[in-house]
């Protein structure tokens, strides 16, 4: 045992662990000093309200992170880690979805109270789901068939199924940017399987048949609920958000003037104008356009390093590693973070239209911390077990 952590410490990725780190502080940071404003006067608490709590958050999200990083990635595989997973996911959907006891937030019916002390969002929860799932069945099927290239569509129906399942529950939450990248993410895992091209093309056939009636239902069911006052707004906004600068087009335009007022080198942190009210759940969405005016161009610089850091280096994993489960897992992993990050910016900078997605590692939300310090748990743990197959 004692050889095997020191071989283990010897092969660890270091770097992907201190960037892990850095963020997650670094956004701890910048949780507090955005959401002075909104602790003290919307909620009447102390400045610190939010700064405590997602100091909580993390602390339980670096425990699970060293559970992660120690056990072997190749035990996602087993039956006795998928079974459990994909009940609990059912569960959870079936509670949000068709029970009805979701709680309401931003639009979009897809979070569940815990006792009072934290919401959690069964939507966040797929996403490193949906990516353990596909990799640990894939994976598991193809070493059963002697090669993923022998697999079948019908070798993988249950899988898909299960992912058209959490589809269509996300969509009915009407949660649209949790659907496109949990959509986004499975397609990662499934393009980098090794199946047969002919097996691909069957299965986007099938997704892009079934993806028509799901939309068309969606529309029919549940227009109301997605045709929001707020979410119709940020469509007719995207093009020009001054034209509502009162109304649709307010958080992005006080977002221009956050990222606008910050210059080289910021006002400094703690001096935000704009969090100051006028940009709504500073501490979440719109955390960057606070660290644009307090820090700058360069704390810009350095959240956007440190994320591309993470992505670029998962998917350097994912291409030299010969194991396909390592291979699928990193895939879908960078594909998260990676998306993730391009929605939230995207959103902010005016490229797409706002969609509620926080920033990884950065924004605030106790769910959102957990589930990436887990998949970085992962991604670190295939990393540094490469390279010791790699000394082999």
Known sequence: M???????????????????IFLSLFGLVMIYSSSIWVSIVYLGESPDYYFLKQRTN???AFLLFLVVVIVPYKRLSSKVILMPLMVLMIILEFWVTFAGNGKTTTGSQSW????????????EFAKLFIIIFFAGTFYRKSINKGSAQLLKFD????PLGMWLFILGCVGLETDIGALFIIFVIAMSVVVTSGLRGK???????????????????????KWESISTASRIGRFTSYLDPFAYAQ???????????????????GKGL??????LGYLPEP??????????????LLGVSIVILGLGFIVIRGFYIAMITKDPLARMLAAGISTWIGLQTFINLGGLSGIIPLTGVTLPFISYGGTSILLLSVAMGILINVSTYHKIEKRK
């Open 2 to 20: 004692k050889s095997y952590f020191k071989q283990y410490l010897r092969n660890f990725d270091y770097g992907l662990f201190f960037v892990f």
């Open 155 to 158: 070798d993988i129906s249950f």
């Open 112 to 123: 569940i109270s815990i006792f009072g002390l934290m919401n959690f969002q069964p939507s």
């Open 283 to 296: 501490q979440t969405d719109f955390i960057m356009a606070v660290i644009a005016e307090e820090l700058g």
């Open 58 to 60: 993390l602390i339980l």
């Open 270 to 275: 703690g001096q935000s104008v704009q969090k």
């Open 247 to 265: 109304g649709s087009g307010y958080q992005v335009v006080n977002g221009y003037y956050a990222i606008g007022s910050g210059g080289l080198e």
């Open 199 to 221: 097996v691909l093309l069957r299965i986007f056939g099938m997704i892009s048949g079934l993806g028509a009636v799901v939309v068309s239902a969606l529309l029919l069911l």
